[in-house]
């Protein structure tokens, strides 16, 4: 991809309010998906501490249609949502 094509498509991703991160996850025993580590698009990472809850849900700010982790981050509560491309995005704040 050309260096023009790879800002056209950074554009997109920012226009449309959907930040890509990079998780590190891990399967459970009973073979859910569970995120363990979020990586922002800064390189800086963070800890889930906890996954409070996983549903089939849409982005309303981004668009996109997946399964939305309701996660623990630094003790506040953040969505992450696993695309059906299985790719991760969180909404960009302020959208």
Known sequence: MSESNSNLVRKVII???KVYVDVLAEF???GLLIPKEITWEDGRKYEITRVKDKRRAASTKAG???ERY???VDGKEIFLFYEDNNMWFMERAGA
């Open 15 to 17: 226009l449309s309010n």
């Open 28 to 30: 459970s025993k009973d």
């Open 70 to 72: 309701t996660c623990v």
């Open 64 to 66: 996109g249609v997946g």
